[in-house]
């Protein structure tokens, strides 16, 4: 059983810890475990409950009402906004509460739902994406386990890769674009999508996957020349290590365009050189792919 200090529940549920520390003592919402020394310490089912108070505390529910529900009733009036595709957050806090759990059923609920309402697309961007980023700042704050992001990454790859084997065979002209990401570039479900996006869009695709080394980059495209490559950046470089990563890129492959995303690049856009575009979107994406 994991234990959570009050400032982990702050960093994870967005609420602060006064008035996690106010609503305890005036509504007893929760009721932490001390220590010796009288420090609160928090469970996994009182983070979990935590999680769903703000859920309904965000669309408008009074604190003094959701204090008198249990735990099954929490859930239950989740659940109902849950089914509102209009209310993304609520959707992106259910998917943080399926991570905890390690809930695969709730996690697949809350994404088909809105795959049906929104399309697949929509969802990546509007949900997944958003989900993904809120899983990176927990992630580096060290209050989700590195077992806990495998678990629900590996849920999210899975849909990708479903969507991509139906677009197999969709080439509709001979443009072929190299998706990779560097060394030590682990997070590959944005360059799955955009993968998929291509696909779909008719292009030729080699996908080499994750923490390609340089030499092996240049030793594949001789074999098949790419018409453009795209790369994401998750892990945290300085300037100094993106502008140099991004330098021996372009003069590697002077003549061939380079499409870049994540949120290490979006942090650092001022360095990055001519010829290179910044995906932060789906359109961006398609209206560059449109200009080859």
Same mark, same amino acid.
């Given at each position: 059983m994991a =234990? +959570?200090?009050?400032?982990d529940l702050e960093k994870i549920s967005g609420i602060k810890a006064h008035t996690i520390r106010i609503w305890e003592r005036r509504y007893q919402v929760i009721e932490p475990m001390r220590s010796d020394t009288n420090i609160r310490k +928090?469970?996994?089912?009182?983070?979990?409950?935590?999680l769903n108070i703000s859920i309904l505390n965000q669309n408008?529910?009074?604190?003094?009402?959701?204090?008198?529900?249990?735990?099954?009733?929490?859930?239950e009036r989740v659940l109902d906004l849950c089914l509102d595709t209009r209310n993304t957050?609520?959707?992106?806090?259910?998917?943080?509460?399926?991570?905890?759990?390690?809930?695969?059923?709730?996690?697949?609920?809350?994404?088909?739902?809105?795959?049906?309402?929104?399309?697949?697309?929509t969802t990546v961007e509007e949900i997944l994406f958003p989900f993904l980023d809120r899983i990176g700042v927990l992630w580096q704050a060290g209050t989700i386990s590195p077992? !806990?992001?495998?678990?629900?990454?590996?849920?999210?790859? !899975?849909?990708?890769?479903v969507a991509i084997d139906n677009e197999m065979g969709n080439e509709k002209n001979d443009k072929q674009i190299?998706?990779?990401?560097?060394?030590?570039?682990?997070h590959e479900i944005g360059l799955l999508f955009y993968s998929l996006m291509a696909r779909k869009e008719?292009?030729? =695709?080699? +996908?080499?996957?994750?923490?390609?080394?340089?030499?092996?980059?240049?030793?594949?495209?001789?074999?098949?020349?790419?018409?453009?490559?795209?790369?994401?950046?998750?892990?945290?470089?300085?300037?100094?290590?993106?502008?140099?990563?991004?330098?021996?890129?372009k003069e590697e492959f002077p003549d061939t365009p380079f499409m870049i995303t994540g949120l290490q690049v979006k942090n650092h856009e001022s360095e990055i050189p001519e010829g290179f575009h910044l995906i932060d979107s789906a359109a961006k994406f398609k209206d560059i792919l449109h200009s080859l």
């Open positions: =234990v +959570y200090s009050i400032k +928090y469970t996994d089912t009182d983070l979990k409950r935590i408008g529910f009074k604190i003094s009402k959701i204090a008198q529900l249990d735990n099954s009733q929490l859930k957050n609520v959707q992106i806090e259910s998917l943080v509460v399926s991570m905890l759990e390690l809930n695969e059923g709730k996690f697949n609920n809350v994404l088909t739902n809105s795959i049906i309402k929104r399309g697949f697309e077992a !806990q992001e495998h678990f629900i990454s590996n849920l999210i790859r !899975q849909k990708i890769i190299t998706f990779f990401l560097g060394e030590n570039e682990l008719g292009f030729g =695709v080699i +996908y080499l996957g994750i923490s390609v080394p340089f030499d092996d980059l240049k030793s594949i495209n001789k074999i098949q020349k790419a018409d453009a490559f795209f790369t994401s950046f998750i892990s945290p470089p300085s300037n100094t290590e993106l502008t140099k990563v991004l330098g021996i890129y």
